[in-house]
């Protein structure tokens, strides 16, 4: 057959993922496949359809986030953090369910918690891009708005030649930061406002509000000790304010924090203007509640419509609090998370993520009580103690209803969730496959 060689259409500019309906062959006047079909290729958001098959009908959605849940082994052909955990009640639901990795991103692309939510949550994290400093300021109860720049801050400590010896400032106690982060609010910058707000241990909240404040500056965080904080360089010409203020703010804290034996310096990260996302009400005709004890995830599930439920401190109040809310409330979605997975890998202490992981599975049994028509158990991404840090792995997946197809795994483990019968697939789909299954989502099509 005389030709070229077989070739599709460009996507339109500005689209992120497309399905292709057919290939064809360039030179030739007719398509290689049947005529009806659509010769072009064409774009379909997923809430644009998850709007359109949405019902008003169908069971409740439980989802369980163990922060930074994947792991890896420390020797070659080892258990994972996962694997070595005694986790009896996540293993007998993997019998019952199906399983499978879950890519937060793209392939090989390592997600910050922001994005890995988002895709959690069913938002393409690629389109929707929010900072760290919008969540964590959402979180604690900050309005954001149109003209500020939010920017997360932690406390460190820097040594006599002002470079890191800690990043966190050893994971200060919420009691001793809080007032430190409060005595920031001394910083004056002519032309800008600024307000400070405590969140947790080494954290805090820094907004910028002023006319003309870009969003796109670089983190001031190394992400590693022995050399001092990055400058805030700005990336495109309507941030270079926003960096010059960024600067002095740093320069004004470290003054005040002089002296301090752990938290004399700070670090800046995730600078972010706040996005417009569709509510969880809009694209999937739920009402959603969030529970989480860090104001980070509170943040990013206020953002996209959640009702944020009391003030946790410990995964057995939030479990306490979704028994409660289950009864009293007309809540359709919950999302619960839990931290200590990621803090623990982040630290490298792979024993201590594998109590972490002994913990959450502690609280399954409460949760299966409440018999919700769906259970997910997931993670935003993988934090390996072996990496000490956020890692581009795929994230074992486990989705329990009554109308499942349950594959071959008995166990709930990155090894065994590569066989099963969710396969390989990206976070965005997660939420359709949770509304299908419980009988929230209508046919396409005639």
Sequence with gaps: MKGGPLTRPSPPEGALWDIPLFWYEKSLPRPLVHTSLVSRTQTVD?????????????????MLVADGLGGLPLQPGGPTELEAAAKPNLDRLAKRGVSGSMIPIKPGITPGSGPGHLGLFGYDPLRYVIGRGVLEATGVGFVVGPDDVA????FCTLDARGNITDRRAGRIPTEQSKPLAESLREVSIPGVEVFVEPVREHRFVAVFRADGLGGNVADTDPQKTGVPPLDP?????ASERTAQVAREFIHQARRLLAGQPKANGVTLRGFSRKPDLPTYT?????KAAAIAVYPMYKGLASLVGMTILGEPSSLAAEVELLEKAWKET???????????TDSRGEDGNFAEKVKMIEQFDAIIPRVEALKPAVL????????????????WHAVPTLLV???CRPDACQTFGETAALGGGLGHFEAIYLMPLALAHAGRLGKFGA
Aim: charged share 25%; glycine share 8%.
């Design 46 to 62: 997923i809430h644009d359809l998850t709007r359109s098959l949405k019902t008003k009908d169908g069971g409740k959605i439980v």
């Design 233 to 237: 360089t700005p990336h495109d010409a």
């Design 330 to 340: 007309d809540f359709n979605f919950f999302f619960l998370h839990f931290k200590y």
């Design 282 to 286: 809009e694209a999937y005709g739920l």
């Design 401 to 403: 209803a009554d109308t």
């Design 376 to 391: 997910i158990v997931t993670g935003d991404h993988s934090t390996p103690a072996a990496l000490k840090s956020h890692s």
């Design 151 to 154: 920017v997360r801050g932690n």
